[in-house]
């Protein structure tokens, strides 16, 4: 993806020389800050071992217990250290153990994808588009989760409903081995998580990261390792590609003011064809309708492989099939399309 970003930058340049120029100005470094700053929290909570000790007692649970469990994990996983995070240790873990039980994983996988997803727009900082949209915004932390909160309960109700179609799969138990645990690195990672959000609730974004660069050097260097530079990368070039071609459609008249149900729809269908991180870039500038803005994105996230980022990693892992992969997401897709829009149009949410 990143050298398709490139490519496109380039492209982009060729057409109009005075995008270089530009480019610094597009870059959300707010959003960038934060980003990195929960890289490294994420990472030091993940070596911790606490969210894989939960897990794996989980796993050693037997058909609905385990499924419905699975699910709420992975949306407070992903809820606390991002959906990309959450994904990185459970599909592995949902592999291994339907593997053991002899049962096919590809629809659990899906699920926990988006519950992942799910999960990850109840909080500011559960995914790059909710970050760029507190960050960019200037949100308080809890006029966010007013508004990402029903989000959240209805789309786990509805992914709950679409689960129910798992019972009576994988009811052998799984055997795991006992993880052990760093305390010293689980305590750290959720006290650098609350520093982080009392800082960017002040708008200290940048020093955010200096502490939490400080911290994870003191408590586990090989944190600083861990962090993935080229989704960095990525989310720059995101930022210069998608905020150029917000301006060009923006200076054509392409794309309008939008907000209310318009920019709902519009905003989760867009993410559909370019992810909800670029339509949340592209439409940024076109609406002071933030709430609209956040349940259409999040909103995005399932259907299409596209939708989000973290879908890839799914399918990365565990070497799942699209179309195992869109008979699940793309229904879920469609209903919490119908469910929200409705909301939407008769104006009781968001």
């Not at 992975?74 to 339907?98: C, G, K, Q, R, W």
């Amino acid at each position: 993806m990143l050298t398709t970003l490139i490519l496109v930058y380039v492209l982009l340049l060729i057409l109009d020389p005075s995008f270089l120029y530009r480019s610094p100005s597009y870059v959300n470094l707010e959003a960038i800050s934060l980003i990195l700053s929960f890289m490294l929290v994420s990472k030091l909570m993940d070596i911790s071992g606490v969210f894989s000790r939960v897990s794996t007692w989980i796993l050693s649970l037997r058909d609905r217990k385990r499924i419905i469990l699975l699910l709420i994990t992975s949306e407070l996983v992903a809820a606390l250290l991002m959906n990309d995070t959450a994904l990185f240790f459970l599909i592995p873990l949902v592999v291994t153990l339907y593997r053991i039980t002899g049962d096919d994983p590809s629809d659990m996988l899906v699920l926990v994808t988006i519950s992942a997803n799910v999960g990850s727009a109840l909080t500011p900082f559960g995914n790059p588009q909710n970050i760029i949209i507190w960050s960019h915004f200037h949100i308080h932390a809890i006029s966010f989760l007013r508004v990402s909160f029903p989000f959240f309960l209805l789309s786990s109700i509805l992914l709950i409903i679409f689960s129910l179609r798992l019972s009576g799969e994988g009811e052998g138990l799984a055997r795991v081995v006992p993880i052990r645990m760093d305390l010293k690195s689980a305590i750290s990672a959720v006290l650098l998580l609350a520093v982080n959000l009392v800082l960017a609730s002040y708008g200290y974004y940048l020093m955010g990261v200096v502490v939490s660069l400080l911290i994870s050097l003191m408590v586990r260097k090989e944190v600083i390792g861990g962090v993935d530079v080229p989704l960095l990368a990525i989310f720059t070039f995101l930022f210069m590609d998608f905020g150029q071609l917000s301006h060009v459609l923006g200076s054509m008249g392409v794309i309008p003011h939008l907000d209310g149900v318009a920019l709902l729809a519009t905003s989760a269908l867009l993410s559909q064809v370019i992810s909800n991180v670029s339509a949340t870039i592209t439409l940024l500038n076109h609406t002071t309708d933030w709430r609209s803005l956040l349940v259409g994105v999040n909103l995005g996230g399932t259907g299409f492989i596209v939708g989000s980022m973290a879908n890839f990693i799914t399918l990365r892992i565990a070497d799942l099939k699209l179309w195992k992969f869109h008979r699940i997401a793309v229904p879920f897709f469609l209903a919490s399309a119908a469910v929200f829009i409705c909301l939407a149009w008769t104006g009781i949410y968001p």
